[in-house]
């Protein structure tokens, strides 16, 4: 973490994916036979955390380092101000995390590395869902 004086300089990496991903219900409820289809929410989520990658990079948004120990908060806008329990959406951050592992954003997806908060912001049309990660401070 680059300093300012004595005080670290946060560094932040803002990653914008459309869509918000299949919440835990929904993930837990295609059973054993519908593993074919988890595995390709799987595979679309890694690809648009991929594109989101790529674009933070060409924005700026994205230094190209990875952030190391990271809060990683992920804020879904979804499409109307329904009433919506974190716990159904927290489970779903697994279908694209692995994404910002593999391309370098974050060193480990492990407690020891990455501090997770899910949100609800505002809604908006259409859906999405922002990712973004800071530099977390050390005790």
């Known amino acids: 973490m680059a300093s300012l004086g004595r005080h670290p300089v946060p560094r932040v990496a803002v990653f914008a994916l459309p869509g918000i991903p299949p919440g835990q219900n929904r993930l837990t409820r295609v059973g054993r036979q519908g593993w074919r289809q ?26 190209g380092r990875p952030v190391d120990p990271a ?18 959406y927290t489970g779903a951050v ?8 593999t391309a370098g954003v974050l060193l480990d997806d492990s407690f020891a590395h990455v501090t997770l908060v899910v949100e609800a912001g505002p809604p908006a049309r259409p859906a999405w869902t922002e990712v973004i990660i800071t530099t977390r401070a050390e005790a």
Do not use: C, M
Request: no cysteine; charged share 30%; aromatic share 14%.
């Open 94 to 101: 697994k279908l694209f995390l692995d994404a910002f592992v």
């Open 71 to 88: 809060v990683v908060r992920v804020v879904y806008h979804f499409s109307d101000g329904r009433r919506r329990d974190p716990d159904n």
């Open 38 to 63: 988890a595995a390709g929410w799987k595979r679309t989520w890694d690809q648009r955390a991929a594109e989101a990658i790529a674009a933070a990079r060409v924005a700026g948004l994205w230094d």
